[in-house]
């Protein structure tokens, strides 16, 4: 029996919604994929051949503190300093009533085979009320060396600061670092 004309054209489009599935999928499992697998694990400096393992919870999440070298993604990451009450000297960068500003300067090296971005916007702080937040409170207080962002190659190094608006003395600030927005993995470091 001959097709009409009516039922090979309802035909084309249930054609171009498959294929459009099929290439969300392959998009998805791509990502997924390259967001790899490795967990967060502190460097022992002592022995820069071995790595030590703390994890929180079942949360797959792992907590750091300042001077911890981080393994991560194929980089070691480094929160290397925190200065609070952090002063710009730019008189228009001036903190919200109750809050500071505090600068945290951080060290990247990328320890894979391949090119690695890093991103200012991979870091947000969490507060002592739970608030995490970007560094964009803060523009107007980043500083000269300002991470910002651009890609390191092999055995690539980057230092540089970023500023956060946190409450004025909160003694539970977090540290957040995520290297992909396709993972859900991602670190944290007790400041």
Same mark, same amino acid.
């Given at each position: 029996?001959?097709?009409?004309? @009516? +039922?090979?054209? &309802?035909?084309?489009?249930?054609?171009?919604?498959?294929?459009?599935?099929?290439?969300?999928?392959?998009?998805?499992?791509?990502?997924?994929?390259?967001?790899?697998?490795? +967990?967060?694990?502190? $460097?022992?400096?002592?022995?820069?051949? @071995?790595?030590?393992?703390? #994890? @929180?919870? *079942?949360?797959?999440?792992?907590?750091?503190?300042?001077?911890?070298?981080?393994?991560?993604?194929?980089? /070691?990451?480094? $929160?290397?300093?925190? /200065?609070?009450?952090?002063?710009?000297?730019?008189?228009?960068?001036?903190? &919200?009533?109750?809050?500071?500003?505090?600068?945290? *300067?951080?060290?990247?090296?990328?320890?894979?085979?391949?090119?690695?971005?890093?991103?200012?916007?991979?870091? #947000?702080?969490? *507060?002592?009320?739970?608030?995490?937040?970007?560094?964009?409170?803060?523009? !107007?207080?980043?500083?000269?060396?300002?991470?910002?962002?651009?890609?390191?190659?092999?055995?690539?190094?980057?230092?540089?600061?970023? $500023?956060?608006? $946190?409450?004025?003395? *909160?003694?539970? !600030?977090?540290?957040?670092?995520?290297?992909?927005?396709?993972?859900? &993995?991602?670190?944290?470091?007790?400041?």
């Amino acid at each position: 029996m001959a097709k009409t004309k @009516s +039922e090979s054209e &309802k035909k084309k489009p249930n054609k171009i919604v498959g294929i459009m599935t099929l290439i969300i999928i392959v998009i998805v499992v791509i990502a997924i994929a390259s967001s790899g697998d490795s +967990e967060p694990k502190k $460097v022992d400096q002592a022995d820069t051949g @071995s790595t030590s393992e703390r #994890k @929180s919870g *079942d949360s797959g999440k792992t907590d750091f503190t300042v001077g911890d070298v981080i393994a991560f993604d194929g980089r /070691e990451i480094t $929160v290397t300093s925190v /200065e609070r009450n952090y002063s710009t000297g730019n008189e228009y960068a001036i903190p &919200k009533d109750g809050k500071e500003f505090v600068k945290i *300067d951080i060290k990247i090296e990328n320890k894979s085979d391949d090119k690695l971005s890093y991103n200012a916007f991979d870091w #947000k702080i969490q *507060d002592s009320n739970g608030t995490i937040e970007d560094y964009t409170e803060a523009m !107007l207080a980043q500083p000269d060396n300002s991470l910002g962002s651009g890609d390191l190659t092999k055995g690539g190094k980057k230092s540089g600061s970023i $500023v956060f608006q $946190v409450p004025k003395g *909160d003694k539970g !600030l977090i540290l957040h670092f995520e290297s992909s927005i396709w993972s859900s &993995k991602s670190v944290e470091i007790k400041l």
